[in-house]
């Protein structure tokens, strides 16, 4: 893999349970996002943060709450989602202050809303 | 939108063929990305190309950039079975001090043995 790990990898929840996704990055990147990709629409980005703080909420639905601890750990905190929320959630990090801003990303979490 | 069109949605040809993806954009860049991602996996990134350059290679990859016709293309060559994935171009249009990019919809390609 690429230096980004991601966990759970699968995740099946109830409406009403509370869950939280888990990314952690050990390439010494100080930004860190979270993206959703859903069947068939384009890759849709989430949360931004960039050195521990949130940078874009990209008017993401108040059931989704994330967290950056450090530059190296970001959560995404998930409670009473909703069926159309089943998405592979994907983390993703880079290096700000380069001209190029690759980003690498983690396997993802294929969650599934039931 | 920022957002870059891939072209064609899927692509499906023999191991050996070439396999050429085409990314359209609708604004100024100051980099386009191309990322692969094989079935529920995470994207991984494959080559950059900057507004400045014209063409850059990477071993079987080949991408051009049109910033006149706000365009790029992915040629793989001699393709192999293993570059059955998706493909994706991804846009810096700048603004940002992280370096946003903004994700096209994917050319699914697959290579027949």
């Known amino acids: 893999e690429t230096g980004v790990t991601q966990t759970p990898r699968h995740l099946v929840m109830g409406m009403t349970n509370k869950k939280s996704l888990k990314c952690e990055q050990h390439?010494?990147?100080?930004?860190m996002y979270w993206y959703k990709q859903s069947a068939k629409k384009p890759l849709e980005l989430m949360f931004v943060y960039n050195f521990k703080e949130q940078t874009e909420n990209n008017s993401v639905p108040s059931r989704f709450s994330p967290e950056c601890p450090n530059s190296s750990h970001l959560f995404l905190h998930l409670h009473t989602l909703q069926p159309e929320d089943s998405a592979l959630y994907l983390c993703a990090s880079s290096l700000t202050g380069t001209s190029s801003y690759e980003q690498y990303f983690g396997p993802g979490t294929r969650l599934t809303v039931t | 939108s920022q957002q870059g069109e891939e072209d064609p949605q899927a692509l499906s040809i023999q191991e050996g063929e070439n396999a050429t993806m085409n990314c359209s954009y609708k604004?100024?860049?100051?980099?386009l990305q191309w990322y692969r991602q094989n079935s529920g996996r995470g994207l991984v990134h494959l080559i950059l190309i900057r507004s400045n350059e014209r063409e850059k290679h990477s071993g079987r990859l080949r991408v051009t950039l049109d910033t006149s016709k706000k365009s790029s293309s992915l040629l793989i060559t001699a393709s192999r079975a293993a570059d059955t994935a998706s493909y994706f171009c991804?846009?810096?249009?700048?603004?940002?001090?992280?370096?946003?990019?903004?994700f096209g919809q994917g050319t699914i390609l697959t290579v027949h043995p």
């Open positions: 991804a846009i810096n249009a700048g603004g940002t001090s992280y370096g946003k990019l903004t």
């Open positions: 390439l010494g990147h100080n930004a």
């Open positions: 604004t100024s860049i100051n980099n």
